[in-house]
C-alpha cells in the first residue's frame, strides 16, 4: 500500500507560498505525505514499513484505516538511506511517543552506524525502542511470507549508502527506487530489471529541468520524468504500465493528476503513484 507519494518534504513544502504551494496550504486535501510503503502479510497478520518519514503516525493511521483488525502488528521498519523524509519518523517510535519495544528497524551497515552513534536516534537504541537488523547487498531477508532484498544504488551519501528494495510476496514482485542520482550511473540496467518485476516504484523527484528557481539541478541529481519516459519508449505497453512514479518533489506537476504533464505520463502508458493505492503481491 502506497502510505506517500512526495519527496522528503511533502506538499506543499515548508516556506513554499508561491502559486503552486498556496492550494495545498489552503485546502488540505491536496496535501501529499513524504514517499512511503507499507507491505502487509495477511497470513501473518504483519505489517511492514517501507521509511521512516516524517508524516509516520498520519501514515500508519492511514494503514489502520485500511487494515482495522488489532491483531495486525507493524513488526518491522526498512530504511532506504539517511535524509530527512525517509529516516526521521524513527523518532515517533521514542520514549516521548510511542515508546516502542525493540522494534526491527533494518538498515545497510553506514546508515545502521549513523543510527547507533548520532543522537537523537542513538537513544531509540539505547532504549531499545528499536532493535537494528543489518542489512547487505542483494542479501534477502525472508520475513514469513514477503521476502525483501536490499540493492545499492548511486545516491548523496553525506550520511549513508543508499538502497532500493525487491519486495517479494507470494505471486508477485516490486521494485521501490525512490531515490537514485541518474539510471546511467547504476551498475543494472533499469529497462532491463522492470520485465523481471510486476511493479516498478521509481524515482520521480523532477519532472522536467526547469523546476528549481534559483537553485541549480546538480545539487540534488535525479533521473527526470522527462529522461525516464524516454529511455523507457521502446518498452512494450504491459512493461509500462508497471512503471509507477513516485518521490514527487513539492515543484512537480505530477503532483496535480489534471496537469498536462499527467496527463503525458499516463497517455505514454506509465503511471503516477496516489496516496492509499494497493498492489497485491
Known amino acids: 500500500m502506497v502510505l506517500g507519494i512526495a519527496q522528503d518534504a511533502g506538499y506543499p513544502q515548508t516556506l513554499c507560498y508561491r502559486p503552486h504551494c498556496m492550494p495545498a496550504w489552503q485546502d488540505k486535501s491536496l496535501r501529499k505525505m513524504a514517499t512511503s510503503l507499507a507491505v502487509v502479510d495477511h497470513i501473518h497478520k504483519a505489517q511492514y514499513l517501507f521509511e521512516a518519514t516524517p508524516d509516520l503516525p498520519q501514515q500508519l493511521y492511514l494503514l489502520q484505516q485500511e487494515w482495522s483488525n488489532p491483531d495486525y502488528q507493524l513488526q518491522g521498519v526498512f530504511l532506504t538511506h ?15 511517543s510511542a515508546s516502542t519495544k525493540q522494534l526491527p528497524v533494518y538498515a545497510m551497515p553506514q546508515m545502521r552506524s549513523f543510527l547507533e552513534n548520532n543522537g537523537p536516534w542513538s537513544q531509540l537504541v539505547k532504549l531499545n525502542n528499536i532493535e537494528l537488523k543489518e542489512l547487505q547487498n542483494k542479501r534477502e531477508v525472508v520475513l514469513g511470507n514477503v521476502r525483501v532484498t536490499p540493492v545499492l544504488v548511486p545516491h548523496r551519501d553525506e550520511f549513508s549508502e543508499t538502497v532500493g528494495y525487491l519486495i517479494k510476496g507470494k505471486t508477485k514482485t ?26 516498478a516504484l521509481l524515482d520521480a523527484t523532477f519532472y522536467s529541468a526547469d523546476e528549481l528557481k534559483g537553485r541549480t539541478m546538480a545539487e540534488v541529481p535525479h533521473p527526470l520524468v522527462v529522461e525516464s519516459m524516454n529511455r523507457f519508449r521502446e518498452l512494450p505497453p504491459e512493461q509500462k504500465r508497471k512503471v509507477i512514479f513516485i518521490h514527487l518533489n513539492h515543484t512537480n506537476p505530477l503532483l496535480d493528476s489534471s496537469s498536462p504533464e499527467s496527463l503525458a505520463v499516463t497517455d505514454a502508458g506509465f503511471r503516477v503513484a496516489s496516496e492509499g493505492l494497493v498492489l497485491p503481491l
Open 174 to 199: 516490486a521494485l521501490f527506487i525512490p531515490d537514485i542520482d541518474k539510471w546511467e550511473k547504476w551498475d543494472t540496467a533499469i529497462e532491463e530489471l522492470i520485465p523481471q518485476v510486476d511493479y
Open 82 to 96: 539517511a535524509h530527512m523524509g525517509h529516516y526521521t519518523g524513527l523518532m515517533h517510535f521514542g520514549r516521548e
